[in-house]
């Protein structure tokens, strides 16, 4: 029996190394930011520390990153456009790290499809695309309670950064509930404010536009008119096109050439 739990604790020991080894040696390399969910998240919040060459950035949503990746060459501005699952609380923490690191940016352009504003962090995406990635001890100052209890919803949310979970794609079985209503959720509106109070701060010029919408949509969007009201020149910036542009969900684009001479371009939306 002696020898049994003998050679029981030396494989827990030898198990319980190698588990923990690999995730450290993924976390100290950063490997795993290229291997998990949520990669293009991980590129967007480094190059967020970093010196930009131009005083004119933008971030946003995924569709927003497919049209400033469209305009790489034809635009004066930097995109730190990631994806809507980090919701307007991580687009605020981007901002945030952005204009400590570039006191010279001068703008600050948030493109976001109207549908973006719905997310509340009541979303399966919301542990790998906010809680791993957002939600640490370094940026807790520059969460809300509002913010703190739709992620304390999220079970073994407080697992996030223990290594083998961060390092890896597993994820706890959640199907949030969101008891909001409409496109403009409280947490959205909550960091609209504060992106607004950041750039008044920092002297930086706030814009607020849409990237392309597909036209079957438009009813659904337009009936949303009042709750935006407050973001000036936002319902303005709403174009509406084909759906023959769109991918099959109906919300990404697949053809690009129509942006050229579009009024979504043309009328200079990000100036």
Same mark, same amino acid.
């Given at each position: 029996?002696?020898?049994?739990?003998?050679?029981?604790?030396?494989?827990?020991?030898?198990?319980?190394?190698?588990?923990? #080894?690999?995730?450290?040696?993924?976390?100290?390399?950063?490997?795993?930011?290229?291997?998990?969910?949520?990669?293009?998240?991980?590129?967007?919040?480094?190059?967020?520390?970093?010196?930009?060459?131009?005083?004119?950035?933008?971030?946003?949503?995924?569709?927003?990153?497919?049209?400033?990746?469209?305009?790489?060459?034809?635009? #004066?501005?930097?995109?730190?456009?990631?994806?809507?699952?980090?919701?307007?609380?991580?687009?605020?923490?981007?901002?945030?790290?952005?204009?400590?690191?570039?006191?010279?940016?001068?703008?600050?352009?948030?493109?976001?499809?109207?549908?973006?504003?719905?997310?509340?962090?009541?979303?399966?995406?919301?542990?790998?695309?906010?809680?791993?990635?957002?939600?640490?001890?370094?940026?807790?100052?520059?969460?809300?309670?509002?913010?703190?209890?739709?992620?304390?919803?999220?079970?073994?949310?407080?697992?996030?950064?223990?290594?083998?979970?961060?390092?890896?794609?597993?994820?706890?079985?959640?199907?949030?509930?969101?008891?909001?209503?409409?496109?403009?959720?409280?947490?959205?509106?909550?960091?609209?404010?504060?992106?607004?109070?950041?750039?008044?701060?920092?002297?930086?010029?706030?814009?607020?536009?849409?990237?392309?919408?597909?036209?079957?949509?438009?009813?659904?969007?337009?009936?949303?008119?009042?709750?935006?009201?407050?973001?000036?020149?936002?319902?303005?910036?709403?174009?509406?096109?084909?759906?023959?542009?769109?991918?099959?969900?109906?919300?990404?684009?697949?053809?690009?050439?129509?942006?050229?001479?579009?009024?979504?371009?043309?009328?200079?939306?990000?100036?």
């Amino acid at each position: 029996m002696k020898h049994f739990l003998r050679d029981l604790m030396v494989f827990l020991g030898v198990f319980g190394l190698i588990f923990h #080894a690999y995730p450290e040696f993924q976390y100290w390399t950063k490997r795993y930011q290229t291997d998990v969910a949520g990669t293009e998240v991980y590129e967007v919040l480094a190059a967020s520390k970093a010196k930009l060459k131009k005083k004119k950035l933008v971030i946003g949503d995924s569709v927003a990153k497919q049209v400033l990746d469209s305009l790489a060459n034809d635009s #004066a501005i930097v995109s730190l456009a990631s994806n809507q699952a980090i919701s307007m609380a991580g687009q605020y923490v981007i901002a945030v790290q952005a204009l400590a690191a570039n006191p010279s940016l001068d703008t600050l352009v948030l493109m976001y499809h109207p549908f973006s504003f719905q997310n509340n962090l009541a979303s399966p995406l919301s542990f790998h695309y906010f809680v791993k990635s957002f939600y640490t001890k370094e940026n807790m100052p520059l969460f809300s309670e509002l913010v703190k209890r739709q992620v304390e919803a999220i079970p073994f949310y407080y697992l996030a950064q223990y290594r083998p979970v961060l390092t890896s794609n597993w994820s706890p079985s959640f199907e949030g509930v969101s008891d909001e209503k409409g496109l403009f959720s409280s947490i959205s509106k909550e960091y609209v404010l504060r992106l607004k109070q950041l750039c008044a701060q920092k002297g930086v010029v706030l814009q607020i536009i849409s990237p392309p919408i597909n036209e079957v949509f438009k009813a659904q969007v337009m009936a949303s008119r009042t709750q935006f009201k407050g973001i000036p020149g936002y319902i303005d910036s709403w174009y509406f096109y084909a759906s023959a542009n769109f991918l099959s969900d109906q919300i990404h684009l697949e053809r690009f050439e129509f942006l050229k001479d579009s009024p979504w371009k043309t009328t200079g939306l990000i100036r």
